[in-house]
């Protein structure tokens, strides 16, 4: 039983990254010395699928209008999910993955720690011990030529 689960503790944890642009492949480079990866494109994935394959995470890096749908049909298949945001652009398709159980889903947000994102959150948190909060609308765009000078982007 001891060699059993020796083994077990050994083995790698299996990722699935569907969508081989970009952001995909960089998840693999990163991801690779230390997991199990497979990584496929979001136009093949429904094959990998159909092998009933199971994988501790699934992430999406797909085009970001199939990031519900894909979330749907992989549900079965992973116990936690990161997603590339956005996750979606509708309250209706939110509202399709409120029975995920004790399944988690996180969402890859890389600027949240830009410092104009915290002055806005500590500007609403003033503002929610001083009444209610009924709308806000935060845009945030950037171009990532110049951003990442040296990434194929």
């Known amino acids: 039983m001891d060699l059993h689960l020796n083994c077990k503790l050994k083995m790698k944890k299996s990722i699935l990254i ?3 642009g970009s952001s995909g492949s960089r998840f693999k480079k990163k991801l690779k010395e230390s997991f199990n990866v497979l990584n496929i494109s979001s136009k093949n994935f429904k094959k990998t699928l159909l092998k009933k394959l199971h994988f501790d995470l699934i992430i999406l890096s797909s085009p970001a209008s199939f990031h519900i749908n894909h979330l749907l049909m992989c549900k079965n298949h992973g116990d936690n999910f990161l997603i590339e945001k956005p996750i979606t652009n509708s309250f209706i398709d939110l ?3 409120k029975d995920f159980g004790k399944k988690k889903i996180f969402i890859n947000y890389n600027l949240r720690e830009l410092e104009i994102i915290k ?5 609403l948190k003033s503002i929610k011990n001083k009444g209610k909060l009924h709308f806000c609308k935060v845009h945030c765009g950037y171009n990532l030529r110049y951003w990442r000078k040296k990434k194929n982007q």
């Not at 002055?119 to 500007?123: E, L, V």
């Open 18 to 20: 569907i969508g081989k």
């Open 119 to 123: 002055n806005i959150k500590k500007t």
């Open 95 to 97: 509202k399709k993955i």
